[in-house]
């Protein structure tokens, strides 16, 4: 069976890549990486990582420096070195204390329905608790 956390392509601390690298587990990016980039399982951007693209990945982990858009179908961690250009799209994010992040955020909760729709309903439905019977409960 394949451990889906190995790490099995990196680009390396004194390492440029620029083109298309796509792949089917986890890339580790310590160097510089411009182009098309998109990693099946997770992508880790080193804290000496400099990445200009646009991510697609289930996990993302970033310590070094991004510009480009960033969709992450689980989770995205922002470690305390990490920089972010761009917009991010995911159902979670951990951003730790000194990150520094510029664009638009999305944050779904991994939630399929269209966000806005989501929040409008839970606006509307009617709930049980209300302030009244809290007060009258305390007159009693």
Same mark, same amino acid.
Do not use: C, W, Y
């Given at each position: 069976? /394949?451990?889906?956390?190995?790490?099995? +392509?990196? *680009?390396? %601390?004194? +390492?440029? @890549? %620029?083109?298309? @690298?796509?792949?089917?587990?986890?890339?580790?990016?310590?160097?510089? @990486? =411009?182009?098309? &980039? /998109?990693?099946? !399982? +997770?992508?880790? #951007?080193?804290?000496?990582?400099?990445?200009?693209?646009?991510?697609?990945?289930?996990?993302?982990? #970033?310590?070094?420096?991004?510009?480009?858009?960033?969709?992450? %179908?689980? !989770?995205?961690? *922002?470690? =305390?070195?990490?920089? $972010?250009?761009?917009? #991010?799209?995911?159902?979670? #994010?951990? &951003? +730790? =204390?000194?990150? $520094? $992040?510029?664009? =638009? $955020?999305?944050?779904?909760?991994?939630?399929?329905?269209?966000?806005?729709?989501? *929040?409008?309903?839970?606006?509307?439905?009617?709930?049980?608790?209300?302030?009244?019977?809290?007060?009258?409960?305390?007159?009693?």
């Amino acid at each position: 069976m /394949k451990n889906k956390n190995i790490v099995n +392509s990196i *680009i390396g %601390e004194h +390492s440029s @890549f %620029e083109g298309t @690298f796509h792949v089917d587990g986890t890339i580790q990016v310590d160097g510089k @990486f =411009e182009g098309d &980039m /998109k990693a099946k !399982e +997770s992508l880790v #951007i080193g804290p000496t990582g400099k990445v200009k693209t646009h991510i697609k990945s289930k996990n993302v982990t #970033i310590a070094g420096t991004i510009v480009g858009d960033i969709t992450v %179908e689980n !989770e995205l961690v *922002i470690l =305390e070195t990490g920089r $972010v250009l761009g917009n #991010i799209d995911a159902a979670k #994010i951990n &951003m +730790s =204390e000194g990150v $520094v $992040v510029q664009g =638009e $955020v999305r944050v779904t909760g991994g939630q399929k329905k269209d966000i806005q729709s989501l *929040i409008t309903e839970a606006m509307s439905r009617d709930d049980n608790t209300s302030t009244d019977n809290h007060d009258d409960s305390r007159n009693q």
